[in-house]
């Protein structure tokens, strides 16, 4: 159940940093290289000790009771590469120093060696629409956290339902919709993606979770490489 990249994954290269690092990365003297990604990537996150983290376990678990598969349900959080080599834009609530919402955060605070990262690639999408990816995000700065939707999920996890709804990423329901006020973090990188392939008057199709992000078959099969860099 271990795809992705692990913080004890060996150091492929150094790098000097002349920017700030928080508490995280400057004590587990690594980040990662994301010399490899573009803009409008998705970065999949989830514990490497699910024993640290009780939000993170219960979403685990409410996957698998939706019948995803263990490799896929591992993932409880999910972000948009923003292309600047540093920084992705995320939904969340209670992270330290970040207002609950849409932020732009420092992919490097997760680079702490207690977070497994896995990097996955939109499929048949040019360079401009792989940016369009980063901009729909961005276009969500400063909206809420849906606890509705999670509500919703743990509905669907019970009824089983989620698995049989998911249709990929974009939905079963086209047509004009209003842009939605607040997402978790799987909702802001599909609302982004539907922003950038079918444009701002179709948004939010049906929800999806970290898990169905990672099953998905709307992204390259192969996925970028990530590395970690040993800081100087």
């Not at 024993?51 to 349900?73: E, F, K, M, P």
């Not at 006020?181 to 950038?196: E, G, H, P, R, W």
């Amino acid at each position: 159940m271990t795809d992705g990249l692990l913080p004890d994954t060996a150091v492929t290269g150094r790098i000097r940093i002349d920017f700030e690092l928080s508490e995280g990365p400057r004590k587990w003297g690594r980040i990662l290289d994301l010399s490899a990604l573009e803009p409008g990537d998705l970065l999949l996150f989830r514990p490497t000790s699910p024993n640290t983290d009780s939000i993170s376990r219960r979403i685990a678990q409410a996957q698998l009771s939706a019948g995803l598969h263990i490799r896929h349900a591992q993932w409880t959080h999910a972000a948009v590469y923003l292309g600047d080599g540093q920084n992705i834009c995320e939904a969340n609530f209670k992270s330290p120093g970040q207002k609950d919402g849409v932020v732009i955060r420092s992919v490097f605070d997760y680079c702490d060696g207690m977070s497994a990262i896995r990097a996955r690639r939109p499929k048949n999408m040019t360079p401009q629409q792989k940016i369009r990816i980063a901009i729909g995000a961005l276009t969500n700065l400063g909206k809420g956290y849906s606890f509705n939707q999670i509500v919703n999920f743990a509905v669907d996890a019970s009824q089983e339902g989620l698995l049989n709804r998911f249709k990929g990423i974009f939905g079963s329901s086209p047509g004009p919709r209003p842009p939605p006020q607040s997402f978790v973090c799987s909702t802001l990188y599909q609302d982004a993606l539907t922003y950038a392939s079918r444009g701002n008057s179709v948004r939010l199709g049906a929800l999806c979770t970290p898990a169905q992000l990672s099953a998905s078959g709307d992204f390259e099969i192969n996925d970028p490489p990530l590395n970690w860099l040993e800081i100087e």
